[in-house]
């Protein structure tokens, strides 16, 4: 195992429901220095774990282990962390509680905290689900996070994303070996489809018009070795209960819900952290220009995006030319002095 594991006890989630002996899994990079000031947290994204995340990480970048104590917690529900893959009844399965992006961050925070007495954070960045933790850290610990930048991500789930997850989500629950959660076997064929819905999502029209799957650093010898390949396989790995219960999350994903804020707008003009938020040009999940109504409401944010025909997967670690944009902004902005 290469991680460790933070026990929670109990945890009362934000709709109500109490999670028993919840567990945060978690990996750290690099060493956290004696006046606990050079801390990054770096929060998982849909389906992926930890090791997910390591693409940015590395000797000369900009979380480069030998300055930064980065710390990695995986999301509710991704099979290391409490999931309905791991977790005991009555909550195993589908009958896992809701979780929300809050939950995930109030309890990234007592890890923090509880775990290493930190106070605060130079910086939180995040692709995808990560960048909604990103927005939520920085809302629900002003005091404590000195920098964001979110990519590839929103403070809010649109509604055209919010039905782009249904899609997925009939896909996947179609599948006769479903059973509405109580499957003796993983729907593999749901899983499958799943993944071929995904597909058409994950990159723009631009990708396949060019059939970039086919080059390096993918080299995929067809379209349907790519589907199969790289969709499919990337799927085929993950429990189909703990997928949904992350896609449930994702839906509801909405920084306005945070407790003392009258909505989202109301939520960005909290936020105080020196910020930078990276779109990816093309993607289709979050377009720039979602980012740009966020950009416009919180107090001195930048939007800086990310040029290019990879779309959503413009900040998933597969293309070095997007990898280098995104970790020359990050140097920038922990070279810059924060407001404390």
Request: proline content about 6%; glycine content about 10%.
């Amino acid at each position: 195992m290469d991680y460790e594991v933070f026990d929670l006890g109990d945890v009362r989630l934000q709709r109500g429901a109490t999670l028993r002996d919840a567990k945060l899994a978690y990996k750290t990079y690099g060493e956290l220095n004696a006046a606990k000031d050079n801390a990054i947290v770096y929060p998982t994204w849909y389906s992926g774990q930890h090791y997910d995340n390591e693409w940015l990480i590395g000797e000369g970048m900009a979380l480069d282990p030998s300055r930064y104590f980065v710390i990695i917690p995986n999301m509710l529900g991704n099979g290391l962390s409490s999931s309905p893959s791991n977790t005991p009844e009555p909550h195993d399965r589908a009958r896992f509680p809701e979780v929300t992006m809050h939950d995930n961050v109030r309890l990234q925070h007592r890890l923090v905290t509880e775990r290493f007495g930190i106070e605060r954070l130079e910086l939180v960045t995040g692709w995808s689900m990560g960048a909604g933790q990103t927005y939520q850290w920085a809302l629900s610990y002003p005091e404590m996070v000195r920098r964001i930048l979110p990519f590839c991500g929103s403070a809010k789930t649109s509604l055209h994303n919010f039905v782009f997850l249904e899609g997925v989500k009939a896909a996947l629950t179609a599948d006769a070996q479903w059973h509405h959660g109580w499957y003796r076997e993983q729907p593999v064929t749901g899983l499958r489809a799943m993944a071929r819905v995904y597909a058409g999502w994950g990159f723009c029209q631009q990708f396949y018009r060019e059939q970039i799957y086919s080059r390096e650093p993918l080299g995929y010898g067809s379209l349907e070795d790519f589907l199969v390949g790289f969709w499919e396989g990337l799927f085929l790995k993950r429990d189909a209960n703990n997928l949904l219960t992350m896609l449930w999350t994702w839906q509801h994903a909405d920084l306005g819900g945070t407790p003392g804020y009258a909505g989202v707008e109301d939520a960005l003009a909290g936020i105080r952290a020196m910020t930078i938020i990276m779109p990816g040009e093309q993607d289709l999940y979050f377009p720039p220009e979602d980012n740009e109504w966020e950009q416009a409401r919180i107090p001195g944010a930048e939007l800086r995006v990310i040029p290019g025909a990879w779309g959503h997967f413009a900040g998933g670690g597969l293309n070095p030319v997007d990898t280098a944009f995104i970790d020359d902004a990050l140097k920038e902005l922990l070279d810059r002095e924060a407001p404390f």
